[in-house]
C-alpha cells in the first residue's frame, strides 16, 4: 500500500463519517455543517491526484457558495424538527453496500492515474464552450424562473 | 485495496446515506442537504475518469456544479414559497402530490 492509497482511505473514512453525521444529527444546521466537511474531504481526495482546478470547483465554488448558502437557510429555519431513520430501510442499504462493495473489491483492482491534465484543462474552454454557453443560460433562466415564483406568491 | 475500489466504496456509502437522510427527513432543508450530499458522491464517481478523459470528465464536473446551482435556486425558492403560504417547511405541509402516508 503506496502513501496515496493510505490518504484516500483515511480521508474517505471521515468523509463517510462526516456524511453519518449529516444523517444522525438532529439539527439541520449541524448537518449542513457536516455537509460542507464532507465536500470539503471530497475536494481533499481530489488533492491526493493533484487535481487542482477541481479541488478548487469544489471548495470555493461548491461549499464557498452552495455550501454557505444551504447554512445560512438552515441558521435562518432553525428548529429540530421530529425527525426518526427509518429502520426498515436500513437493512437494504446495508445488502445494496455488501453486493456492490464486493463486486468492487473484485473487479475494480487498478490505481488511478492522473496524466496530462494541464493539456486538457487548456483545451475545455474551447471544446466546451457551448456548453458552458447553455450551462450559463440555465442559470440565469432559473434565476428569473424563481424571482417570478417568489413575487407571485402575496405576502 | 486498490485506489479504485477505495473511492467507488467511499462514493457508494456517501450515496446510500444520503438516499437514507432523504427517505428519513420531515423537512425540505433536511432534503436539500441530502441532495447536495448525493452531488458530492457524483463528484467522487467521477474522479476516476481523469485517468481516461480529463477533459470530458471536468465538463461533467462543471455540469454537475452547474445542475447543483439550479437544483439550489430551485430548493431555496421553494422553501421560502412553502414557509410563506403554510407557516412551515415540513413535509408534512405540503398536501399536493406524492404518496398518502
Known sequence: MNFATLMIEVIGAFAVLSAIGVLLTRDNLYAALYMSVTMLLISAIYAVYNVQQVVVLIAFVFVGAVGMITIAIAATYRYVPTRKVNIVWIAPVIIVFAVASYFYYKFATSNIETQGLNLAFERFSTDYALLIVFLFSLIILMMLSAIKLARRVEL | ?101
Open chain 2, 1 to 101: 485495496m486498490s485506489q479504485l475500489f477505495v473511492i467507488l466504496a467511499t462514493s457508494l456509502a456517501i450515496l446510500l446515506i444520503a438516499y437514507l437522510t432523504a427517505i428519513s427527513s420531515k423537512d425540505l432543508i433536511r432534503l436539500l442537504i441530502s441532495l447536495e450530499l448525493m452531488f458530492g458522491s457524483v463528484f467522487l464517481v467521477v474522479l476516476p475518469m481523469f485517468s481516461l478523459n480529463p477533459s470530458t470528465a471536468f465538463a461533467i464536473v462543471v455540469l454537475t456544479i452547474f445542475t447543483s446551482s439550479s437544483e439550489l435556486l430551485i430548493l431555496i425558492t421553494a422553501i421560502v414559497l412553502l414557509d410563506r403560504t403554510k407557516r412551515g417547511v415540513d413535509m408534512e405541509k405540503v398536501s399536493v402530490g406524492g404518496e398518502v402516508m
